[in-house]
């Protein structure tokens, strides 16, 4: 009988192939006692992978069910309500706000979605989450990236039927179909389906095109819960305001409605309640349809009027200034470019008719040479409204006019109350904010010199935010905060009125400060581009990281771009090699 000995693997390939069962040294059938033991473990290493096939869907299965269930702190050492209501606080912790257009875009995960996760985790936490209707409340649809619309509808009639009664905020995007003046089949489904849920609308935001806005609101009755409704058409760009072709959005019983944003839609073609509105966002807008929304809206607290036009001619001007005594915020833009855009003219006339005795905030950007900041029609309104202004920011476009820093320190010297001020220059050659500035800034009342309050620059500044290119000497604005030591000549009953009134509350620091100066942001745009720029005084950079330490927040970055954020205090250390923890 040929025989070939049985050597290892690493020595001889036949060990890997061989079959103890063939053995035949004592003839056919009688193999020797080695392979039989062999044949044995072969038998046992067989039978336990077998078991472990099986045991391991199985322990799976445990996993899942058994001690999920045993094991998980939230179903088994809480009730079924506190757990719920756990769920509730995490789906709904954090809410896209109607009114800001940004926010859409600025949230990388929906999460709207996250009651589908909370239900796949196991049948506990599936049976609760179901059970939840509050869970079910908001609703995201996105027809633009669907792979299936027709699975996107089944799945909203499933979202909805679990949200119980309870009210519904709802957002839809429906991508423009360029063939077709009507939704398709499935968006048309969609769109009945929501209708039969219109009693329980609350909040509404349609990113839709607006010939779809018929299709949507045809045969609906009242909408007695609707509080915040946002239209956003996809076709912005193609809208005029007098386009007779424009589509109607027409919900004419809105009770309760209170925030309102409209993008590229005339308000003759809005047919919807207004009196209960507290806040609105509109762009573009007729001057004329500015006086029609505060006649119509008398409790409006918040408004903002962007890409503003001349008048469309559908409505009057009123004959006498209107008093509106509810307005606390209000933004002004007018339209870039000068094709329709409204004159400076007609916007001053527009503060000539209008009193806002509770105005607290006020926003005005300059898109073009012919838009400048009305200082002096400005500070008429406010002195004529006896307004305590505390909020105020100004932008200048690239192609916007900017005042000088003589008018903008004539302007701020009138609005004494002023907590914030925010301003932003984005073109190459604007400048405002100058060396004349900040000295007028670093000044404060002494009580030697008999100065008072009425005669402080920003005495109750809190917040200072500039954005654009460096037009003053870092030494100028170093000075607006007090010198390691120096004490403050300002007196309580000189800046806050009394001895009895409460001071507010500061970092316990050796560097006291002047005023309530609590925030100071820079952000600086390269004077020279390509070249970087740093803090080149060397006594001043370490002054500016004292106030850092006495808890004052104060940044300057280098961002001539929105995703640059070059530290420049940072960059300044490391150029004199100078560390912080030093100084």
Known sequence: MDFQPNRCAACWPFAEDFEPAK?????????????????????????????????????????????????DPVTRYLPVEVASLIFIFYVHG??????????????????????????????????????????????????????????QVELATQWLSRSGHIPLSISIDVPLDEGSQQPNQHTGDLFELLKTYAFRWQQLTLFIPSKFYHAFTDGLGGVPLLESLSLIPTTYDMIELDD?????????????????????????????????????????????????????????????????QRRTDFNPFPDV?????????????PKEGNVDAATSEELEHIFDLLELPSLQSFSHTSTS???????????????????????????????GAAVSEHQIIWFLEKLPTLITLSISLLGKEQSMLTDI???????????????????????HLEILKFRGRRTFSWQSFADIFPAPGQGS?????????????????????????????????????RSIPGQLEY?????????????????????????????????????????????????
């Not at 040294?25 to 067989?46: F, K, T, V, W």
């Not at 109607?98 to 990388?108: I, K, V, W």
């Open 23 to 71: 053995c035949a040294i004592y003839g056919p059938g009688n193999p020797c006692d080695i392979c039989l033991q062999i044949s044995e473990m072969d038998a046992q290493i067989a039978h336990a992978r077998a078991l472990l096939a099986d045991l391991g869907p199985k322990r799976q299965q445990l996993l899942k069910t058994k001690v999920n269930t045993l094991h």
């Open 94 to 151: 954090t809410d896209i706000t109607q009114l800001d257009y940004n926010a859409r875009s600025s949230t990388e995960e929906d999460h709207h979605g996250i009651p589908l996760v909370l239900a796949a985790v196991c049948k506990a936490w599936r049976r609760i989450v179901f059970a939840t209707p509050r869970l079910w409340t908001s609703m995201n649809i996105d027809l633009s990236i669907a792979q299936d619309p027709a699975l």
């Open 437 to 459: 500035f900040f000295k007028r800034l670093a000044r404060v009342p002494s009580t030697e010199v008999d100065e008072t309050l009425p005669n402080t620059f920003l005495p």
């Open 244 to 308: 007779p072709l424009a589509d109607e959005f027409a919900l004419t019983a809105t009770p309760c409605l209170k925030d309102l944003a409209v993008l590229y839609l005339g308000l003759n073609q809005l047919q919807i309640q207004m009196d209960a509105l507290t806040s609105i966002w509109y762009s573009p807008i007729g001057l004329d349809e500015i006086f029609e929304i505060l006649s119509h809206s008398t409790r409006l607290m918040e408004c903002k009027f962007t890409s503003i």
């Open 489 to 525: 000549s300002i007196t309580q009953s000189a800046l806050f009125g009394s001895e009895s009134t409460p001071l507010p509350t500061f970092p316990a620091t050796r560097y006291p400060i002047r005023r309530p100066l609590q925030c100071c942001k820079l952000r600086l745009r």
């Open 321 to 333: 200034p209107i008093i509106y005594s509810s307005l606390r915020s209000l933004s002004i833009s």
């Open 535 to 583: 803090i080149g005084d060397k006594d001043v950079l370490i002054s500016l990281v004292g106030v850092q330490k006495t808890g004052v927040v104060l940044s300057i970055v280098e961002a001539n771009r929105e995703e640059d954020n070059r530290d420049m205090i940072e960059c300044s250390l490391d150029l004199f090699r100078l560390k912080r923890e030093n100084l």
């Open 369 to 399: 040479s012919d838009h400048p900041l009305a200082v002096r029609v400005l500070s008429s309104l406010f002195a004529r409204s006896h307004t305590l202004l505390k909020h105020l920011s100004i932008t200048v476009t690239v192609s």
